[in-house]
């Protein structure tokens, strides 16, 4: 039972082109979604989040929208480097519970100079 | 500094073997995790530890037991190891649990039962 999804296996731009990468969920009771990025033999690393009360946070070259309507997310990136070529995990959580991170499969990214 | 640290980096062993993975943390976070990433590249939760209490444990098989001696330590011991169990093994840390802070994670144990 998949409750994130991530429905592109990968994704190719070209560098300064904008990269967005897309996610959906199932469980109405998440509260609090994040992006991890994931290079090769390397543990994920916390990119961007977003509070269901929000529908848009911007962390420089990074922004993450928000409709909770459609129980869509997607992460832009812009402009792409070759630097942002990686594995890109959507995570979600419902916030006052255990914590329990759900992922989805993970979309990778190839920034072609 | 090696925020969250885990131990081996590869394993590879036999079927029926008992194994440990080591996890450290010094970023003073009180709650620890275990996730492991399958063939299918799924990351999922396995067990949660908040300072030393177990607060998450999934439908995982008996055979996988975590021990957290302190709040910066949580291991993962797998005893009578089969094929299955082959997956990369990621420990992670947050500063609390409940409060979507994000996770930090190791660079994950790649072990491979033969």
């Not at chain 1, 994040?34 to 961007?48: H, N, Q, R």
């Not at chain 1, 529908?55 to 997607?74: I, M, P, Q, W, Y």
């Not at chain 2, 420990?91 to 994670?105: L, M, R, T, V, Y």
């Amino acid at each position: 039972d998949q409750q994130v999804k991530q429905n592109s296996p990968s994704l190719s731009v070209q560098e300064g082109r904008i990269s967005i990468l897309n996610c959906d969920y199932t469980n109405s009771m998440f509260d609090y979604f994040l992006w991890y990025k994931k290079y090769p033999a390397e543990g994920p690393t916390f990119l961007i989040s977003i509070s269901s009360i929000k529908d848009k946070n911007e962390d420089g070259r990074f922004t993450v929208f928000l409709n909770k309507s459609a129980k869509h997310l997607s992460l832009h990136i812009v402009p792409s480097q070759p630097g942002d070529s990686a594995v890109y995990f959507c995570a979600a959580v419902r916030q006052g519970g255990s914590e329990k991170l759900v992922f989805g499969k993970g979309t990778k990214l190839t920034v072609n100079p | 500094d090696t925020a969250v640290s885990q131990t081996p980096k590869y394993l590879v062993t036999q079927m029926g073997n008992d194994k440990s993975i080591k996890c450290e943390q010094n970023l003073g976070h009180d709650t620890m995790y275990w996730y492991k990433q399958d063939s299918k590249k799924f990351l999922k939760i396995m067990f949660s530890y908040n300072n030393k209490e177990l607060i998450i444990n999934e439908t995982v098989p008996n055979r996988f037991s975590p021990k957290s001696p302190d709040k910066a330590h949580l291991n993962l011991h797998i005893n009578s190891l089969e094929l299955g169990d082959s997956a990369v093994y990621f420990c992670a840390s947050s500063q609390d649990s409940g409060s979507g802070q994000p996770q930090h994670f190791g660079d994950g144990t790649r072990l491979s039962i033969l």
